[in-house]
């Protein structure tokens, strides 16, 4: 009978431990849940979020809080009346505590105060702040922010909205809403003209109407860009019309009509793109050695090597990211000579290009020095932007110092710096970004917040957030 009973009050002890456990694992508050109920403040601070009453709800935590630490369902819930109110600062201060609290992330919730940063701004008076917000969803490229992009195709300027389509355009769910294919009423020709490829890249058939209207329109960038998207839906015969659009006599048509052709990527394009390297423009060839990069013909390696000598800046800029995007290694030792350019933005072309190529980051080291010393803001911008492109055995030293370019004086470094390390990726840089959340300033925090949304939308950590 002794026997029997010290098994029964074993097992029943192993049963309540396992249980506790099983509740701390979970991240739920083990007070409340051994008592089987919820706080009474709780449910009723549940309760006022469910209704939308969000100042509500923090007053009455607020209110629990003075007596007693917040549970952690109560600090989730807290955390998450602060984004509804527009508040991601405060929204973050709670999740921090909440996180000392369960010794670890809890993705989901993490996710949606990354967001809040990034949505808060794309209300802001400023178009600078609402550009940066905007890129921030185009990168993460997720059905989840199709609704928020939605909303940025009535935004008050043209250039933002053209970024928007951009990023409507990089998920299937927003290729194919109903407010894109409205947009082609947008009173901007730069709108217009971005829906229009969004929509030849569509593959969707039913949209061929809409396209072969638009040929009709009165601005040949729109017209331009018509002729492109029904190439891509087939219309192989529209390929006269971007060729003859490329022989033009205004410059700012030829150089849209060439970058075009690049676009299209068919072989015929790389005798005019070649030719328009020696245009009297510099825009003009600037578009060229652009084209060439996406047009992906190796023949051009030659002409584009030659095209590091031009007299312009940027025209050798562009060059240099061809070569790089062309991936024949046989361009490095060029490559290599051009790290000792004159012109810092393009030294900083040129690293991305070496390192695109896989090339030792060591060897671009001297000059990714120099770059993140320069008293110029958009120099120390370009090499960050730069490093993004480092991967393999390259990224532990990128991302030394991308970190380290999060701390620069000036706010645009640090936001090139934020998304290069979104770019790069990994759960390791988690950690690095959720600091930047803590930035001074609106653009970087937004940035920031994007560069986590993408890390944190990886399958492996959306695995665990379902745990949570």
């Not at 072969?212 to 331009?224: G, H, M, T, W």
């Amino acid at each position: 009978m002794m026997h029997r009973s010290r098994a029964g009050r074993t097992g029943l002890l192993s049963a309540v431990l396992f249980m506790l456990l099983s509740v701390w694992t979970s991240g739920a508050d083990i007070g409340t849940v051994v008592a089987g109920k919820e706080p009474a403040a709780i449910k009723e601070a549940r309760a006022a979020f469910e209704q939308k009453q969000y100042e509500r709800t923090v007053e009455l935590l607020d209110r629990l809080s003075k007596d007693s630490v917040l549970p952690v369902d109560g600090m989730r819930l807290k955390s998450r009346a602060f984004l509804k109110l527009g508040k991601p600062k405060e929204s973050l201060r709670e999740y921090d505590q909440l996180e000392q609290t369960l010794k670890q992330d809890d993705v989901a919730l993490l996710k949606e105060v990354s967001l809040g940063f990034v949505v808060t701004l794309t209300k802001d008076m400023r178009e600078q702040m609402r550009g940066a917000s905007y890129t921030a969803l185009k990168d993460l490229e997720s059905a989840e922010v199709v609704p928020y992009l939605e909303d940025g195709l009535s935004d008050g300027s043209g250039l933002v909205r053209a970024l928007v389509v951009e990023g409507l355009g990089r998920t299937e769910r927003g290729r194919r809403s109903p407010k894109l294919r409205k947009a082609l009423d947008d009173q901007a020709g730069l709108v217009r003209a971005a829906v229009l490829k969004v929509l030849g890249r569509s593959g969707d058939r039913s949209v061929l109407p809409l396209l072969e209207k638009a040929l009709n329109e009165d601005q040949p960038l729109v017209r331009l860009a018509a002729s492109g998207a029904l190439y891509h839906m087939g219309r192989i015969d529209m390929w006269d019309q971007v060729r003859k659009a490329a022989t033009v006599v205004h410059p700012e048509e030829r150089a849209t009509a060439l970058r075009l052709l690049g676009e299209l990527k068919d072989s015929r394009a790389l005798p005019l793109l070649v030719e328009a390297l020696k245009d009297p423009q510099p825009s003009v060839r600037g578009a060229a050695a652009s084209a060439l990069g996406d047009l992906g013909d190796s023949q051009a390696v030659p002409q584009l090597e030659e095209a590091l000598q031009d007299t312009i800046p940027a025209v050798r800029t562009s060059a240099a990211i061809s070569l790089g995007e062309l991936g024949h290694k046989t361009v490095s030792p060029v490559l290599r000579r051009a790290l000792s350019d004159t012109n810092p933005v393009v030294q900083a072309a040129v690293v991305s290009a070496l390192l695109r190529l896989g090339e030792p980051i060591k060897v671009v080291m001297p000059s990714v020095g120099e770059l993140i010393q320069h008293n110029d803001p958009g120099t120390r911008s370009a090499i960050a932007k730069a490093l993004g492109r480092a991967h393999g055995e390259n990224r532990e030293r990128a991302v030394a110092v991308l970190s380290e370019l999060l701390g620069d004086p000036i706010p645009r470094p640090r936001i090139a710096a934020a998304r290069s390390l979104g770019q790069i990726g990994g759960q390791d840089l988690i950690p690095v970004l959720k600091r930047a959340l803590h930035d001074e300033d609106d653009a970087v925090r937004a940035t920031a917040g994007g560069a986590l949304g993408r890390l944190l939308n990886a399958p492996s950590l959306a695995t665990h957030a379902s745990k949570i």
